[in-house]
């Protein structure tokens, strides 16, 4: 089948852009390359992305490479993109779509989100008021727990939007966390702080992370493998330290008894 080397250049690079974006595996993002390729009889595909880019060369006729190198600067999860990318994959290997059509649906998908942010927040802090509520605390955690989901989700997304390490969001959302469960169990009088934080921290670690080092590793895929281990573990450690900070500034000026 004849194709566009520049149509298909342009849907194989956003489809593995979108899926490294978005939580997705290294192999994966490789595999999806291959699988978008295979249909117009590629002669040559080489494929091989890491967590922070992505490098493939193909030839149509196999005689001229055409190459491609791909920063990937900004991650976050959302497993919705990833299947949405899947989906317009298997729709080109069964030639049921145009690689025209499919490179504007991969473009729609890259630049949606928008319309849910509010149920992304909402889900966010209905998440760590039933961690709260699971760890033992009771309906007054439970509220705070809430209303703190949904400010770290507000923070963490303005964290996004201005491409800032994920560092920075995970010290500044574990000290946020700490911060609120502190002063309302304080000023109060009754409650937790314990649950609230631990409520509110637990949506925030990096289990997609840490899954996916280990697959990648198992799979071969070593610097994949230790990149995502890493990342995962400054991500704990950074929120980690953020919730310690607060805690223990509050037990030197005497905010919360040892």
């Known amino acids: 089948m004849k194709v566009s080397t520049n149509t298909l250049l ?3 690079k956003l489809s593995a852009q979108i899926i490294l974006e978005n939580g997705g595996e290294t192999y994966r993002s490789e595999e999806t390359i291959k699988f978008i390729c295979k249909p117009y009889n590629v002669k040559e595909i ?12 193909i ?10 190198v791909k920063r990937i600067k900004k991650r976050t999860i959302n497993l919705q993109k990833i299947n949405d990318v ?18 504007t649906q991969l473009k729609k998908i890259q630049n949606g989100g928008s319309t849910q942010y509010k149920y992304s927040l909402f889900y966010g ?5 039933f961690f709260a509520a699971l760890f033992g605390g009771g309906l007054f955690e439970f509220v705070i727990a809430l209303l703190t989901g949904i400010l770290v989700s507000i923070i963490s997304r303005g964290f996004e939007n201005i491409n800032s390490y994920q560092f920075f969001s995970s010290i500044i ?10 002063i309302a169990t304080t000023l109060s009088g009754i409650g937790n702080y314990n649950y609230i934080i631990v409520g509110g921290i637990m949506p925030l670690l ?12 198992i799979r071969g895929d070593l610097i994949s493998g230790i990149a995502r281990a890493t990342e995962a573990l400054l991500v704990a450690s950074s929120l980690a330290a953020g919730a310690g900070a607060i805690i223990y500034t509050s037990h030197s000026i005497g905010l919360l008894g040892v």
């Open 10 to 12: 342009k849907v194989i």
């Open 46 to 57: 080489e494929a091989i992305a890491t967590p922070t880019g992505f490098y493939l060369t």
């Open 59 to 68: 030839s149509t006729d196999g005689e001229y490479n055409n190459t491609i």
């Open 86 to 103: 899947n989906n317009i994959s298997r729709q080109i290997a069964s030639n049921s779509i145009t690689l025209n059509d499919a490179l």
């Open 125 to 129: 802090g209905l998440s760590s008021a």
């Open 173 to 182: 959302s574990g000290a946020v966390i700490s911060l609120t469960a502190v």
């Open 206 to 217: 990096p289990g997609l992370a840490m899954t996916n080092a280990i697959r990648d590793t």
